[in-house]
């Protein structure tokens, strides 16, 4: 037990380290007044989104310091979206409804959506962003100018997370915690290494030029998750990407209830961590760095473990999570939560790759693809 204990201080050791030099390098992009002939096309994918899509295309309508155009791929709702954002185009010329093609073979939905979008856009920018975001007014003018002065492919940004309910505590939070602590931030921003690459799907801003060099969301038409597989392609063609805190920029309710959740997240999970070469690796960097210490600390309380570096491993793991939460701006229950939350994490990756194993499949708002 002794060494068990010793592990867990060591692994929540390495996430606070890390975590601490990420906090201290990721910052949220000034805002400034993006330069002339800039337009940004703020692309939506929308699929039965009646509840969401007018705060959301409101709240980019409402950009500052750069032009703007959004523009809503209708993706064979069967509720209210495409009325909703056919009376707001009828408002403001800015807004314009699209409605996407019967799907293609070999294509996921939300991908052939995102690439359809890039096609109908006129902009030298293109901000996906999913119908749930809220974008702040300085974030679309941001992120272009941080994009063009870094000569970037792509810079995405994670939004505030806005978690109310249980299911959403125990799920939404390890976004960031991954993000934020075990992505070498200072690596990706001075290496190509392809498997640097990462994105938040829900904000994602290309160059128009990066973005069609390398062939867009056609060139991942049968994969589901966007953000990390793009970055890939760019630092795969010699393009830099970067990832931003965002929690001034937008704001994004993911989930309400903790089937939702689930259901979302298990169904990319395949693209992230869940393979046979990745998972058994991050199921001990964050069962023993996260999940163990508090059972630690009870069996020291038994007198059954050593207490120093039970506790040890604790106070690091709560340490760094909170930390995330503040720079996140994220609900602090995710601070006492934090060790069910990594459980539940590694539970969906687990499941997701035991379910892909018996060949079943994921999708996208009730289209089911076989898995690839």
Request: aromatic share 6%.
């Amino acid at each position: 037990m002794t060494l068990i204990a010793i592990l867990a201080f060591a692994f929540a050791a390495l996430a606070a380290l890390l975590g601490a030099v990420n906090l201290g390098a990721m910052r949220t992009p000034p805002f400034r007044q993006a330069s002339a002939g800039t337009q940004v096309s703020v692309l939506v994918p929308a699929r039965n989104e009646e509840g969401n899509i007018a705060a959301c295309v409101e709240s980019a309508l409402a950009s500052e310091g750069v032009e703007v155009e959004v523009v809503v791929m209708d993706d064979g709702s069967t509720d209210r979206t495409a009325e909703i954002v056919g009376a707001l185009a009828a408002r403001d010329p800015r807004v314009r409804l699209e409605t996407a093609p019967p799907l293609p073979q070999g294509w996921t939905g939300k991908v052939h959506a995102c690439q359809r979008l890039a096609d109908a856009a006129r902009g030298t920018h293109l901000l996906f962003v999913d119908a749930d975001v809220r974008l702040a007014p300085r974030a679309a003018a941001s992120l272009a100018t941080y994009q063009e002065e870094r000569g970037l492919g792509l810079v995405s940004a994670v939004p505030r997370q806005v978690m109310k309910g249980w299911g959403e505590l125990l799920t939404v939070p390890m976004i960031n915690f991954l993000m934020l602590g075990y992505l070498p931030v200072p690596m990706m921003r001075t290496r190509p290494d392809r498997g640097l690459g990462a994105a938040c799907g829900q904000t994602m801003l290309f160059s128009r030029e990066a973005y069609d060099a390398i062939g867009g969301h056609a060139s991942i038409r049968h994969l589901l998750h966007d953000g990390i597989q793009l970055a890939r392609r760019l630092r795969d063609h010699g393009r830099m990407t970067d990832v931003v805190l965002g929690s001034e920029l937008a704001t994004c309710r993911m989930y309400e209830t903790f089937d939702q959740a689930w259901a979302g997240f298990i169904k990319n999970a395949h693209e992230g961590m869940a393979s046979w070469g990745q998972l058994p690796v991050w199921t001990v960097l964050l069962g023993f760095g996260h999940v163990l210490p508090p059972l630690l600390v009870l069996l020291a309380l038994a007198g059954l473990a050593p207490m120093a570096p039970a506790l040890g491993a604790l106070a690091l793991s709560l340490g760094i999570r909170a930390a995330i939460t503040r720079a996140t701006g994220e609900n602090w229950w995710t601070v006492p939560l934090h060790p069910a939350t990594v459980a539940v994490g590694l539970a969906i990756q687990w499941a997701s790759l035991l379910k892909l194993g018996r060949g079943s499949g994921a999708g996208w708002k009730g289209r089911v693809y076989p898995a690839q």
